[in-house]
């Protein structure tokens, strides 16, 4: 191989014999693999089956990936006559004696520059090592999961003490006016109060987002002179262009200015989103309800979504198609949160919870009231709802979904709050 690299590998959990497992991952932990070519050379059509898995998933978007059929000794006679890409996959289910002169075929054909990960049948440390030896970038025992390729992929592309650290999480209504930006922005409040997680929140919604007045600020710059100038955008651009909300919270405002119009194409928030992941540990992507090809393109990409929606026949029919796209599209990861908002409008005729619930196939995280008196006082005096009423139980929900999407873990339902006790309460107003 030309790619030599010795690295003496911890023994694994299993005893001095197996290769190293893998450490239990977590999808919103797995980060994105940069712009490489890869192709793999498979035997078994199961590991054919997880590589174009692995090439959907949107952490692989950026790669191009062939798959091709024959193992290692097919891989060898392909680059006689072509260009080896960055990466090379190769499944072998030889015995080690016939893998070293299949693998000194291999690397007689292997440009400098391109690694090679062997998928092999055999658990057997010796073997692991020897390969690595050779120069080798991983060994992995079939069957591999679809993360664990991922992952394994990104680590040989992605030092991980500069990879991006921050989760992007992406806030979308069932329909406009449903409450997704005020949960945003008070789910951002909680992560940067309570886990003292720097936070900042681009509010993608330039003509009308409210992310400035709902933290009462007026900045003259923000997510505008991002996304019009991507070229000049690096850490230390974004970070004039942040407005400090508290401690540990920034904005990218929106201009909410109608002196001019958007027509954004798929990419324009890419590498704001890039820079933004680079330096802080959580990005609340504040949506606008809409449908364009950056919208969707956002909603693809994000670490984690969180989906508000009202309790009605619209909200339901438009969740269940976003959740059905984002469940089709998005198979390694959790479904989008959702968040039933504004429950128990007086008069109004709602769908059951559970009946919501039901229809999706997603249980809600939790389930906000209509609380139009401490909504609007919140947004009239630029408050968060905890700012304002510190004892509302509406506050244990933002906290909920800001442990949710950082990764922190499902909390204990408390007495107060939480789902439960909200459920019975619907439960015995509707009976
Ligand atoms: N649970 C609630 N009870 C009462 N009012 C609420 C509740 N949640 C949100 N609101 C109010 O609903 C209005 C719309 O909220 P918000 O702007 O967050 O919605 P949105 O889904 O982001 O709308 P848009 O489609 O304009 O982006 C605001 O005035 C907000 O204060
Ligand atoms: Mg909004």
Redesign the pocket.
């Known amino acids: 191989m030309t790619d030599l690299a010795f690295e003496d590998k911890d023994e694994g959990p299993d005893g001095p014999d197996s290769v190293p497992a893998a450490e239990p991952i977590a999808p919103g932990d797995v980060r994105p693999v940069p712009r490489i070519s890869i192709q793999a050379f498979c035997e078994a059509p199961e590991l054919a089956a997880n590589i174009e898995a692995a090439a959907a998933d949107r952490r692989m978007s950026r790669t191009h990936v062939k798959v091709h059929q024959g193992g290692i000794a097919a891989a060898s006679e392909f680059y006689e006559a072509a260009a080896t890409p960055n990466l090379i996959i190769v499944e072998s289910a030889l015995p080690r004696e016939r893998l070293d002169p299949e693998l000194d075929r291999l690397a007689e054909v292997c440009d400098a520059g391109t690694k090679v990960i062997v998928i092999g049948h055999v658990n057997d440390v010796e073997l692991y090592r020897d390969l690595v030896r050779r120069g080798v970038s991983e060994y992995l025992v079939a069957p591999v999961a679809v993360l664990d390729l991922i992952r394994t992929i990104g680590d040989l592309y992605v030092d991980r003490s500069t990879a991006p650290i921050g989760r992007s999480i992406a806030?979308?209504?069932g329909?406009?006016?449903?409450?997704?930006?005020?949960?945003?922005?008070n789910v951002a409040w909680a992560i940067a109060r309570n886990l003292e997680n720097d936070v900042v929140i681009a509010d993608l919604?330039l003509p009308?987002?409210?992310a400035g007045l709902?933290f009462n600020q007026d900045p003259t710059q923000g997510i505008a002179d991002a996304v019009l100038a991507p070229e000049r955008l690096d850490d230390v651009l974004l970070d004039r262009l942040l407005a400090r909300c508290s401690d540990h919270l920034s904005l990218l405002a929106a201009p909410a200015m109608l002196d001019r119009t958007y027509d954004f194409d798929e990419n324009a928030f890419v590498q704001v989103i890039d820079v933004a992941q680079n330096g802080v540990p959580a990005v609340v992507l504040?949506?606008?309800?809409e449908w364009t090809a950056w919208v969707r393109k956002t909603l693809m990409s994000a670490d984690e979504v969180v989906l508000?929606v009202e309790p009605d026949l619209g909200n339901l029919r438009n969740a269940k198609n976003l959740v059905d796209l984002l469940r089709q599209a998005r198979k390694n990861d959790a479904p989008p949160r959702l968040v039933i908002?504004?429950?128990g409008?007086p008069k109004r005729p709602e769908i059951r919870v559970e009946d919501f619930a039901e229809a999706l196939n997603l249980a809600p995280e939790t389930v906000?009231?209509?609380?139009?008196?401490?909504?609007?006082t919140?947004?009239n005096n630029g408050q968060m709802i905890a700012e304002t009423d510190p004892k509302s139980a509406?506050v244990e929900s933002f906290e909920l979904i800001g442990r949710l999407v950082t990764g922190r873990g499902e909390i204990k339902r408390s007495k107060r709050g939480g789902l439960a006790p909200l459920l019975s309460r619907l439960r015995s107003r509707a009976g």
């Open positions: 806030f979308v209504g329909k406009g006016g449903v409450g997704s930006s005020m949960i945003a922005h919604d009308f987002g409210t709902d504040d949506l606008p309800h508000t908002n504004k429950v409008v906000i009231p209509f609380e139009p008196q401490l909504f609007g919140a947004a509406i």
